[in-house]
Nanobody, 124 residues
Framework: QVQLVESGGGLVQAGGSLRLSCAAS????????MGWFRQAPGKVREFVST????????YYADSVKGRFTISRDNAKNTVYLQMNNLKAEDTAVYYC?????????????????WGQGTQVTVSS
């Protein structure tokens, strides 16, 4: 079992920045890829970004490419999502997720564990 706890959400003006963190605990000795997803009110959950176990490989949704950066510190069992130049359409609950895999994964259904989410609100 892996427990995931997100933090760092909040209210920010358009053009601003936030950094989300996701701390993992439990069975963290195995290799796992991490992902960030988000869900806006009335919309389906969507993929945002993913990072491989090593941190070398990353992948982003087109909507956030060039503005968001995913990274991880395995010594701290923590994954980050740096979000710059935020837009009103980035408003959503952001979830981190873990999957036992050495590879990137964009499909939410493939993830084994999920956090509770953190709210990001961008005012225009």
């Amino acid at each position: 079992q892996v427990q995931l706890v997100e933090s760092g959400g909040g209210l920010v003006q358009a053009g601003g920045s936030l950094r989300l963190s996701c701390a993992a605990s439990g069975r963290t000795s195995s290799s796992y890829a991490m992902g960030w997803f988000r869900q806006a009110p009335g919309k389906v959950r969507e993929f945002v970004s993913t990072i491989s176990w090593s941190g070398v490989s990353t992948y982003y949704a087109d909507s956030v490419k060039g503005r968001f950066t995913i990274s991880r510190d395995n010594a701290k069992n923590t994954v980050y999502l740096q979000m710059n130049n935020l837009k009103a359409e980035d408003t959503a609950v952001y979830y981190c997720a873990a999957v036992y895999s050495d590879y990137l994964e964009t499909r939410g259904l493939k993830y084994d564990y999920w956090g509770q989410g953190t709210q990001v609100t961008v005012s225009s």
